[in-house]
């Protein structure tokens, strides 16, 4: 009897994984962040001579930088980490009221945001971003719009640490067109891994795709982000954020370590949505009139028990783990004027 390939590579990796342990590859420099921005984003010359670096650039056109502002919509719905569970994306944009049971946008003119965190914890990675950059398409043509945020696993995953990608993770993007698996950068990498590896890695197609997004966003009076927002933040400049972070995944450019792997980071900040202290709420009223918004919504924070809201309804906590890995189960954001609804199934 003939052993199934995609089943006997499904196997090595699950090995390799186990045997790899809690980091991936010897680029992981901590439990928790990924490698430093010194580490992932070397120039050309310098990646050249260390076969552990990331990829350099290809040859592709530079894209342009997300626009960080939009104009308020009639309705705007918000929704957070996917983690790899396309069932639990298909319900969330069902209960948004962006797609019919086949898949198609039927929002028309509604505008959509989802907070980040398509990567990592489950094998539909690949199934999320497909739909939702078709969706995209679909809800322009419309009237309407769905913008992706990255959160932190896309950076992380561009970064090169790839401990929570799971086995069908790396099999859904083993053999990518522009990809050369002979790449002698991606030698310390396992053969079975070195496909999304340099997949993700700047410069890479896929990391191309992260770079048409934003890591901030603004939309009418409310601003939505992964992790959240700080009055530093608003002082360096969310178009500057975004457009560093965005040269980055294009492989035109180095990140810095504050909007990697900082604790403060867009992506990687919770202080709001840990049941903040009046005075972390304080702070946040000092960034919104920064901004100026209204109100935050963030993600990355898991709330099982369902969205979370604090400071008087200054921000708003949308990842309520709705990943199988979680065993969650979908919930959305509504946002209509001044009318902030959270949406539930039956």
């Given at each position: 009897?003939?052993?199934?390939?995609?089943?006997?590579?499904?196997?090595?990796?699950?090995?390799?994984?186990?045997?790899?342990?809690?980091?991936?590859?010897?680029?992981?420099?901590?439990?928790?962040?990924?490698?430093?921005?010194?580490?992932?984003?070397?120039?050309?010359?310098?990646?050249?001579?260390?076969?552990?670096?990331?990829?350099?650039?290809?040859?592709?056109?530079?894209?342009?930088?997300?626009?960080?502002?939009?104009?308020a919509p009639a309705r705007l719905v918000a929704l957070g980490d996917l983690h790899?569970?396309?069932?639990?994306?298909?319900?969330?944009?069902?209960?948004?009221?962006?797609?019919?049971?086949?898949?198609?946008?039927?929002?028309?003119?509604?505008?959509?945001?989802?907070?980040?965190?398509?990567?990592?914890?489950?094998?539909?990675?690949?199934?999320?971003?497909?739909?939702?950059?078709?969706?995209?398409?679909?809800?322009?043509?419309?009237?309407?719009?769905?913008?992706?945020?990255?959160?932190?696993?896309?950076?992380?995953?561009?970064?090169?640490?790839?401990?929570?990608?799971?086995?069908?993770?790396?099999?859904?993007?083993?053999?990518?067109?522009?990809?050369?698996?002979?790449?002698?950068?991606?030698?310390?990498?396992?053969?079975?891994?070195?496909?999304?590896?340099?997949?993700?890695?700047?410069?890479?197609?896929?990391?191309?795709?992260?770079?048409?997004?934003?890591?901030?966003?603004?939309?009418?009076?409310?601003?939505?982000?992964?992790?959240?927002?700080?009055?530093?933040?608003?002082?360096?400049?969310?178009?500057?954020?975004?457009?560093?972070?965005?040269?980055?995944?294009?492989?035109?450019?180095?990140?810095?370590?504050?909007?990697?792997?900082?604790?403060?980071?867009?992506?990687?900040?919770?202080?709001?949505?840990?049941?903040?202290?009046?005075?972390?709420?304080?702070?946040?009223?000092?960034?919104?009139?920064?901004?100026?918004?209204?109100?935050?919504?963030?993600?990355?924070?898991?709330?099982?028990?369902?969205?979370?809201?604090?400071?008087?309804?200054?921000?708003?906590?949308?990842?309520?783990?709705?990943?199988?890995?979680?065993?969650?189960?979908?919930?959305?954001?509504?946002?209509?004027?001044?009318?902030?609804?959270?949406?539930?199934?039956?």
């Open positions: 009897m003939r052993e199934d390939p995609r089943r006997a590579t499904r196997t090595a990796l699950c090995g390799a994984i186990l045997a790899l342990g809690t980091c991936s590859f010897a680029a992981c420099d901590s439990a928790r962040r990924p490698p430093s921005a010194q580490q992932v984003a070397r120039p050309a010359a310098v990646a050249e001579q260390n076969p552990a670096s990331p990829p350099a650039a290809t040859a592709a056109p530079a894209a342009a930088p997300t626009t960080t502002r939009l104009p790899g569970d396309f069932e639990a994306t298909r319900v969330a944009l069902r209960l948004a009221g962006a797609i019919d049971p086949q898949d198609k946008w039927i929002g028309k003119e509604l505008v959509v945001v989802q907070t980040g965190d398509q990567l990592d914890r489950g094998d539909g990675e690949r199934k999320i971003l497909e739909l939702l950059e078709r969706l995209q398409t679909e809800a322009r043509a419309a009237g309407g719009a769905l913008h992706v945020l990255n959160g932190n696993h896309e950076l992380m995953n561009a970064a090169g640490d790839l401990r929570y990608v799971t086995a069908g993770g790396f099999l859904d993007f083993e053999r990518e067109p522009g990809v050369d698996l002979a790449d002698p950068r991606a030698a310390r990498v396992p053969e079975p891994m070195r496909g999304r590896w340099l997949a993700f890695a700047p410069g890479g197609p896929w990391a191309r795709k992260l770079a048409t997004r934003p890591v901030v966003l603004v939309v009418g009076e409310t601003v939505f982000t992964h992790g959240g927002l700080l009055p530093q933040h608003v002082r360096r400049g969310l178009d500057t954020i975004n457009d560093e972070v965005q040269r980055w995944l294009r492989g035109d450019g180095e990140i810095s370590p504050e909007l990697l792997q900082d604790d403060e980071s867009p992506v990687w900040v919770r202080r709001y949505c840990l049941e903040p202290k009046p005075a972390e709420c304080d702070v946040l009223r000092e960034t919104l009139a920064a901004v100026p918004a209204k109100r935050l919504v963030v993600g990355h924070t898991v709330h099982k028990e369902g969205v979370f809201s604090a400071c008087d309804g200054a921000v708003w906590c949308i990842d309520v783990g709705m990943a199988a890995y979680y065993g969650g189960h979908p919930e959305a954001l509504e946002i209509v004027g001044d009318k902030v609804t959270v949406l539930r199934e039956p």
